[in-house]
């Protein structure tokens, strides 16, 4: 029996006490016993870099703790490919419930009183949603191994009973507005683009640093005035003044942070996926004339038992510097790591990641980060991303549910690794990846393969063997839904509506009492969009509510032919500049050739059909006479 594992309870027991084996090391020798102060799956699962290898019961009442252990074996033994994560969650959920009987007869659930009991402190805890699931997953697992009787049937009902009222409804991650995303994205980028190229001497300097400070502590028995005497002294050979070294790993720590916000931003990874990425999992892939950068790392969500398979994301090529930056600014931590940990080689998996704990004087057993969420509320406030009015506004409507959290001037309140996940769902949607191009102007480095991998061109993911991210598309295709409720939102109760089928709408609410204020409310469309009953798909002169029809009629005549487009007061205006440039090209056409005849008259059609929608919405304009000279016998100058 490895001694380390002799802790506080086994210490208390012979081996024999300990109960059976739950886990064993390589060579097939005892781990973890079921009645050991933890569970050590290191050496017998692969979990991804940032997810939990051990259950631990410190922390839990002696006289609850073995009925918790046996419970838990009997659960485990079950189904043996449950995951670690799940069974630390089932773990918690049955010390919850030994809290809110108190007591660890699991029997007790079967009896009346002492299940109202349990449910009424249950309710006292003012849990989440979440915490509340958790425990009525134990209790339904509980009843499966036949501890119990009791089945919670309608969990979605308990769950909402007893919950913390504020607490029922978990808000939707955040989308960041659009311009603010730009700024993080663009500042990621120039952090990026500026260490890359120094990644080697930053990592040479951290490891001097740490160096001198063990020679310190050595000599000296403390590290009091290290930075002063010493650390100061340190050279890094990194050619800014605002680059400095010092033992939190200041400004490591926040280029750290601008690569993983690159790679959460322009990949779509949850950050799980973003620690499994080295500088290797970056590969172009030639698709005809098309180069396709591509990330490969480590996805465990819905994998049975947690156990890492094998996923490929579409990229940005900014993605091989940012990891490569990552990677190697961290080497001295990998070497250290290294010879700290080579006598338990299951830490030493997580050293092929890019992202590090860097701050190895302070380091933990954990060795990669783990506070990127307060990294990236420091970075806002570092490069002054706050918000502006038009952000409030744009945050508002993509943030429904936290309507009124953002300020003007000031920062997004919250910021998590999964928002970015969100935002470039909603990104894509709804821009329709026409900002694309913007920003590949800005950056000067963003592929246009982009609008083919998200315009659902299986073909290419067909012929790359690559897999689609279930839950992207899935968060893409809510993007889309939410697309669709803004836009059916802003025609129906628009104040003016023109084009044949918003003529029709204007008319059914005419017979009603709108008079300028809600027709059909959100959730409503809501409703309808998830229904099936409506749809509507936007061109550049209205929106389509025939969304299967066969052909695109984006034409500015199809106000005049379409019977199922509804044209908005933004969209009428909207053509007032294609209207100036058919005013121009008429006059610069017009002179008097037979044969222009009919390409002028298609041109004046256009331009009568914008004039009307311009009237129909009450929209200032000079109205233009299409006077065709070839038509006229006699000369007569056009007005």
Not at 333 to 354: C, Q, T, V
């Amino acid at each position: 029996m490895d001694n380390t594992h002799n802790n506080s309870l086994q210490s208390q027991y012979s081996e024999s006490d300990l109960g059976d084996v739950v886990t064993t090391d390589g060579n097939g020798l005892p781990l973890s016993y079921v009645y050991s102060d933890e569970w050590d799956f290191s050496m017998e699962r692969t979990v991804a870099f940032n997810r939990p290898c051990k259950v631990t019961f410190a922390g839990i009442p002696e006289d609850r703790r073995r009925a918790i252990q046996d419970a838990l074996k009997s659960i485990y033994k079950e189904n043996q490919t449950y995951s670690v994560g799940y069974l630390v969650a089932i773990r918690v959920g049955l010390a919850r419930i030994a809290d809110c009987l108190e007591s660890h007869d699991w029997k007790l659930i079967d009896q009346e009183a002492s299940y109202r009991k349990f449910k009424a402190a249950l309710k006292n805890e003012a849990l989440g949603r979440g915490s509340v699931e958790n425990v009525v997953a134990t209790v339904n697992a509980l009843h499966d191994i036949g501890l119990i009787s009791r089945l919670i049937h309608n969990g979605k009902s308990f769950i909402k009973k007893h919950c913390c009222p504020s607490k029922v409804n978990s808000k939707q991650s955040v989308a960041i507005p659009e311009n603010m995303a730009k700024k993080m994205y663009k500042d990621a980028f120039e952090v990026v683009e500026r260490y890359h190229p120094w990644r080697h001497e930053i990592s040479q300097g951290y490891g001097l640093y740490f160096n001198e400070l063990r020679a310190y502590k050595d000599e000296k028995g403390y590290s009091y005035n290290f930075k002063r005497n010493v650390g100061g002294k340190v050279k890094h050979g990194v050619p800014f003044d605002d680059f400095y070294l010092d033992g939190r790993t200041t400004c490591g720590s926040q280029i750290q942070t601008a690569c993983l916000l690159v790679l959460l931003g322009f990949s779509g990874v949850r950050i799980s996926e973003a620690l499994s990425f080295n500088k290797s999992s970056y590969k172009e892939h030639s698709y005809g004339d098309i180069i396709v950068p591509t990330l490969t790392g480590a996805i465990t969500k819905t994998q049975e038992g947690g156990v890492p398979k094998k996923e490929t994301w579409v990229t940005h090529p900014i993605a091989k510097k940012a990891l490569e930056l990552a990677y190697d600014l961290s080497q001295f931590a990998r070497d250290h790591y290294n010879d700290k940990y080579k006598d338990k080689p299951y830490m030493l998996g997580a050293l092929n990641s890019s992202f590090l704990v860097l701050n190895i004087a302070h380091q933990t057993e954990r060795i990669i980060i783990s506070n990127f969420g307060r990294d990236l509320s420091g970075f806002l406030k570092a490069h002054n991303i706050f918000a502006s009015e038009g952000d409030v506004v744009e945050f508002d409507l993509l943030n429904p549910e936290r309507e009124g959290e953002l300020k003007s001037g000031g920062f997004l309140p919250k910021l998590s690794p999964h928002d970015f996940r969100r935002t470039f769902a909603v990104f894509l949607v709804r821009n329709k990846l026409g900002n694309m191009m913007t920003l590949k102007h800005q950056y000067k480095h963003l592929n246009v393969i982009m609008t083919k991998w998200y315009a659902n061109n299986y073909e290419l993911v067909k012929a790359l063997d690559l897999s689609v991210d279930s839950e992207l598309k899935g968060l893409v295709n809510e993007a889309n839904i939410g697309v669709t409720v803004d836009s059916l939102f802003e025609i129906y109760n628009s104040e003016t509506l023109s084009g044949g089928k918003g003529e029709r709408i204007a008319e059914e609410r005419s017979k009603g009492d709108y008079a300028g204020s809600i027709y059909i409310s959100r959730d409503e469309i809501d409703r309808q969009v998830r229904n099936g009953a409506v749809n509507v798909v936007e061109h550049p002169t209205g929106y389509c509510f025939k969304p299967d029809c066969s052909r695109i009629c984006s034409s500015d005549r199809s106000s005049k032919t379409c019977q199922y487009e509804a044209i908005t007061p933004d969209k009428a205006r909207s053509r007032i500049p294609s209207r100036d440039r058919l005013i121009e090209r008429f006059k610069a056409l017009n002179d008097g050739r037979f044969y222009m005849a009919n390409i002028l008259t298609d041109m004046a059609l256009k331009i009568e059909a914008i004039e009307q929608n311009l009237a129909a919405h009450n929209i200032e304009f000079t109205p233009f006479k299409a006077y065709i000279i070839a038509n006229s016998i006699a000369y007569k100058e056009l007005q």
